[in-house]
């Protein structure tokens, strides 16, 4: 998952990076409305967090900008000043949530795994497609009850792949949500990873949870399984 | 054009130069009309005078006497002329004024007919003359046809009339002077209520008295009192704001103090939760003294808020946040309800009561306003578990110590408490028709 951060005061910027990289976010970060602008239109975001009181260009225009140029990614708020008029200001603007600073980092997190499955269209903290289940929020992966052990990356496949279940995704996106910038796009890593996971989730080939299409990508193929 | 005195002068002087103007012009036009009217009588008469002396004997030969009833008509150079002309246009008779001076010739004029001009002199002045053709019958070939002429000079009449004109100027110049100085006095008069305001504000300012005193004129009770509710607003503001700092300082010495006594060496162990518990507790200190300054309360110069739009962006908002939730809000707000006051205020209080109903509704909320007599009701509703009745009190209960905040529903409702207080209103919490907490606020004449 690839997260923007748009935040002026370099510690808390650098604690978000740092913390979201760490929790497995690819992060792109900015410490100023421009600069966040312009990362918002011409990366493949997946989940904003903007702070409302940026120098120059104003979060709230930069919500409306992104919005505008059609871009649809979830947008977290971070408002220093708790008043409703801003938090309304900022809804209305297109952001989908907000955070009054100080926060617990904890709190945030949450708050994203949130707008990311809400994206997705994901109701629950725990994306489940018998017999799989995600815990979005644990971080943790059952089969049919039984604990599975991924690594980080494989974690952040899966997770995509789930979140947008049904779709196919391709390498290139997969790729590009995944890792922060300058991977190498042609190397077969993707192809490595997606077939530990399928060792690991499908030992004996009866379920087939990720299919390949040839020259498209991947699609998780399990059905949702109502909450 | 910085003053109103002077703008009112201006404006008046204008008006008043175009008035006397035309009624100066206009006098001055019906006495030249009259004074020549008395003219052309005046020689009409002489005519007559003449018709009356002449004489024309039996072979037709005009005579006339020699000595006439006007000695100017006898004295040269007097300035009153008469001729006779016969039916050629020759000069049958000169009156003996007309020596050194010769008058010209009118010209043959039909009989009965009368012919009057102002002649232009080449040196300056000029003549009225009246001519009246006459036929004398003398019984013999039909009789003889005449042409008298009076003449008079332009001087006279000038003289009159430039004598009307010196007193026209006079009388209007000293009327218009003592009109302006009549308005002049007028307007230092009207706008004296304006400088005593000056005055007081002044001493406002210079903090020698709170309010503006002074018995001010209708047109002006509305400007003094607004004055007075922003002098008002504003040193309640300061107010809240000196208190709101105090009380801040206040209570933020008790978490700093326990941050203080956690360094002590022998409880290094709970370091780590006592910094945490302590650095919510200060926040949530700041929040709510931050709240509690912002609330601007009721002023006089406030514009009405539509509470419908307010409460319908506060709800929209809402449903974008908790849209996992699935909440149905009803809104029962008639379009006309209007709050007069801060929309700041009213948005703060929509979105805690508001927040709190969608935080612990099951699926239901219900925000409605109305109008009870004077004052404006605003409630909110949900079907949650609900605020038991012997909580209701301390959820309520601010006692400026913001620290004690109940948990759940925060600090939310002390701020509400806190908005209804300013506006002078009332909050009361109850069990709603959807069967959890329904919180009243109620602003009296807001």
């Given at each position: 998952m690839r997260v923007l951060v748009i935040e002026d005061e370099a510690p808390l910027r650098e604690q978000l990076v740092s913390r979201l990289r760490a929790d497995g976010y690819a992060v792109d970060s900015a410490a100023d409305g421009d600069e966040g602008l312009y990362l918002g239109l011409e990366f493949p975001v997946d989940v904003g967090v903007v702070d409302?009181?940026?120098?120059?260009?104003?979060g709230m225009e930069v919500i409306a900008a992104l919005r505008a140029a059609g871009k649809a990614f979830p947008i977290l708020i971070l408002t220093a000043r708790g008043r409703w008029q801003d938090k309304v200001q900022g809804l209305e603007a297109g952001a989908d949530d907000y955070l009054v600073k100080p926060f617990e980092i904890e709190e945030l997190l949450a708050r994203l795994r949130a707008l990311l499955r809400r994206a997705g269209g994901?109701?629950?903290s725990v994306l489940h497609c018998d017999p799989l289940s995600l815990d979005t929020a644990t971080r943790t992966v059952t089969l049919a009850g039984v604990p599975v052990e991924l690594t980080s990356y494989e974690y952040r496949i899966l997770e995509y792949l789930m979140l947008h279940a049904g779709e196919v995704v391709s390498k290139v996106e997969l790729t590009e949500h995944i890792y922060d910038q300058d991977?190498?796009?042609?190397?077969?890593v993707i192809e490595v990873l997606i077939g530990r996971l399928r060792r690991k989730l499908d030992p004996d080939h009866a379920l087939n949870p990720i299919e390949t299409r040839r020259g498209q990508g991947y699609r998780f193929a399990l059905a949702r399984t109502p909450s | 054009m910085r003053s109103l005195q002077a703008r009112l002068v201006l404006a008046a002087s204008l008006v008043l130069t175009v008035f006397l103007g035309v009624g100066g012009f206009a006098l001055d036009r019906s006495f030249h009309d009259s004074a020549k009217t008395s003219v052309r009588q005046r020689l009409q008469a002489h005519v007559y005078a003449l018709l009356a002396a002449a004489d024309v004997d039996s072979r037709g030969m005009l005579h006339m006497p020699?000595?006439?009833?006007?000695?100017r008509l006898q004295r040269?150079?007097?300035g009153l002329y008469a001729q006779v002309e016969g039916a050629g246009g020759a000069v049958l008779w000169r009156s003996a004024s007309e020596l050194g001076k010769q008058i010209p010739a009118a010209g043959p004029l039909v009989p009965g007919r009368w012919a009057f001009a102002r002649l232009p002199a080449p040196q300056g002045g000029g003549l009225f003359m009246l001519s009246f053709g006459v036929a004398w019958?003398?019984?013999?070939?039909?009789g003889q046809r005449y042409t008298f002429t009076v003449a008079e000079d332009v001087a006279a009449y000038q003289a009159q009339v430039d004598r009307f004109r010196r007193s026209l100027v006079i009388w209007l110049g000293a009327a218009a002077g003592l009109l302006l100085l009549v308005q002049g006095s007028i307007l230092r008069w009207s706008l004296a209520p304006l400088r005593a305001v000056e005055r007081e504000l002044q001493a406002v300012e210079a903090g020698a008295?709170?309010?503006?005193?002074g018995a001010y004129p209708r047109e002006l009770k509305g400007l003094t009192g607004h004055l007075n509710a922003l002098l008002e607003s504003e040193r309640r503001q300061l107010a809240r704001y000196r208190d709101a700092l105090a009380d801040l300082a206040h209570s933020l010495k008790t978490p700093l103090a326990v941050l203080r006594g956690a360094l002590d060496p022998r409880r290094r162990e709970q370091l780590e939760s006592v910094v945490r518990e302590q650095a919510d507790r200060m926040n949530t200190i700041v929040d709510y003294q931050l709240q509690r300054a912002a609330t601007?309360?009721?002023?006089?110069?406030m514009a009405p808020v539509n509470v419908a739009s307010v409460i319908e962006r506060v709800v929209n908002s809402l449903h974008k946040v908790y849209r996992d939730r699935d909440v149905q809000a009803e809104l029962r707000v008639a379009d006309d309800i209007l709050f007069h006051g801060d929309e700041d205020d009213l948005m703060e209080l929509a979105g805690n009561l508001a927040d709190n109903a969608f935080k612990w509704c099951r699926h239901r909320v219900r925000v409605s306003a109305h109008r009870e007599g004077q004052s404006l009701l605003l409630a909110v509703e949900d079907d949650g578990p609900g605020i038991p009745a012997g909580q209701r009190d301390r959820v309520l209960?601010?006692?400026?110590?913001?620290?004690a905040g109940v948990s759940g529903h925060g600090i939310g409702l002390a701020v509400v408490a806190d908005i209804v207080t300013a506006y002078g209103g009332t909050l009361r919490i109850e069990t709603g028709e959807l069967g959890g907490a329904r919180v009243c606020a109620a602003f009296p004449g807001v």
């Amino acid at each position: 998952m690839r997260v923007l951060v748009i935040e002026d005061e370099a510690p808390l910027r650098e604690q978000l990076v740092s913390r979201l990289r760490a929790d497995g976010y690819a992060v792109d970060s900015a410490a100023d409305g421009d600069e966040g602008l312009y990362l918002g239109l011409e990366f493949p975001v997946d989940v904003g967090v903007v702070d409302l009181g940026l120098p120059g260009r104003s979060g709230m225009e930069v919500i409306a900008a992104l919005r505008a140029a059609g871009k649809a990614f979830p947008i977290l708020i971070l408002t220093a000043r708790g008043r409703w008029q801003d938090k309304v200001q900022g809804l209305e603007a297109g952001a989908d949530d907000y955070l009054v600073k100080p926060f617990e980092i904890e709190e945030l997190l949450a708050r994203l795994r949130a707008l990311l499955r809400r994206a997705g269209g994901w109701s629950q903290s725990v994306l489940h497609c018998d017999p799989l289940s995600l815990d979005t929020a644990t971080r943790t992966v059952t089969l049919a009850g039984v604990p599975v052990e991924l690594t980080s990356y494989e974690y952040r496949i899966l997770e995509y792949l789930m979140l947008h279940a049904g779709e196919v995704v391709s390498k290139v996106e997969l790729t590009e949500h995944i890792y922060d910038q300058d991977f190498d796009r042609d190397s077969n890593v993707i192809e490595v990873l997606i077939g530990r996971l399928r060792r690991k989730l499908d030992p004996d080939h009866a379920l087939n949870p990720i299919e390949t299409r040839r020259g498209q990508g991947y699609r998780f193929a399990l059905a949702r399984t109502p909450s | 054009m910085r003053s109103l005195q002077a703008r009112l002068v201006l404006a008046a002087s204008l008006v008043l130069t175009v008035f006397l103007g035309v009624g100066g012009f206009a006098l001055d036009r019906s006495f030249h009309d009259s004074a020549k009217t008395s003219v052309r009588q005046r020689l009409q008469a002489h005519v007559y005078a003449l018709l009356a002396a002449a004489d024309v004997d039996s072979r037709g030969m005009l005579h006339m006497p020699a000595s006439l009833s006007d000695e100017r008509l006898q004295r040269p150079g007097s300035g009153l002329y008469a001729q006779v002309e016969g039916a050629g246009g020759a000069v049958l008779w000169r009156s003996a004024s007309e020596l050194g001076k010769q008058i010209p010739a009118a010209g043959p004029l039909v009989p009965g007919r009368w012919a009057f001009a102002r002649l232009p002199a080449p040196q300056g002045g000029g003549l009225f003359m009246l001519s009246f053709g006459v036929a004398w019958d003398t019984g013999a070939d039909g009789g003889q046809r005449y042409t008298f002429t009076v003449a008079e000079d332009v001087a006279a009449y000038q003289a009159q009339v430039d004598r009307f004109r010196r007193s026209l100027v006079i009388w209007l110049g000293a009327a218009a002077g003592l009109l302006l100085l009549v308005q002049g006095s007028i307007l230092r008069w009207s706008l004296a209520p304006l400088r005593a305001v000056e005055r007081e504000l002044q001493a406002v300012e210079a903090g020698a008295q709170s309010r503006l005193e002074g018995a001010y004129p209708r047109e002006l009770k509305g400007l003094t009192g607004h004055l007075n509710a922003l002098l008002e607003s504003e040193r309640r503001q300061l107010a809240r704001y000196r208190d709101a700092l105090a009380d801040l300082a206040h209570s933020l010495k008790t978490p700093l103090a326990v941050l203080r006594g956690a360094l002590d060496p022998r409880r290094r162990e709970q370091l780590e939760s006592v910094v945490r518990e302590q650095a919510d507790r200060m926040n949530t200190i700041v929040d709510y003294q931050l709240q509690r300054a912002a609330t601007s309360g009721r002023t006089a110069l406030m514009a009405p808020v539509n509470v419908a739009s307010v409460i319908e962006r506060v709800v929209n908002s809402l449903h974008k946040v908790y849209r996992d939730r699935d909440v149905q809000a009803e809104l029962r707000v008639a379009d006309d309800i209007l709050f007069h006051g801060d929309e700041d205020d009213l948005m703060e209080l929509a979105g805690n009561l508001a927040d709190n109903a969608f935080k612990w509704c099951r699926h239901r909320v219900r925000v409605s306003a109305h109008r009870e007599g004077q004052s404006l009701l605003l409630a909110v509703e949900d079907d949650g578990p609900g605020i038991p009745a012997g909580q209701r009190d301390r959820v309520l209960d601010r006692g400026g110590r913001a620290d004690a905040g109940v948990s759940g529903h925060g600090i939310g409702l002390a701020v509400v408490a806190d908005i209804v207080t300013a506006y002078g209103g009332t909050l009361r919490i109850e069990t709603g028709e959807l069967g959890g907490a329904r919180v009243c606020a109620a602003f009296p004449g807001v």
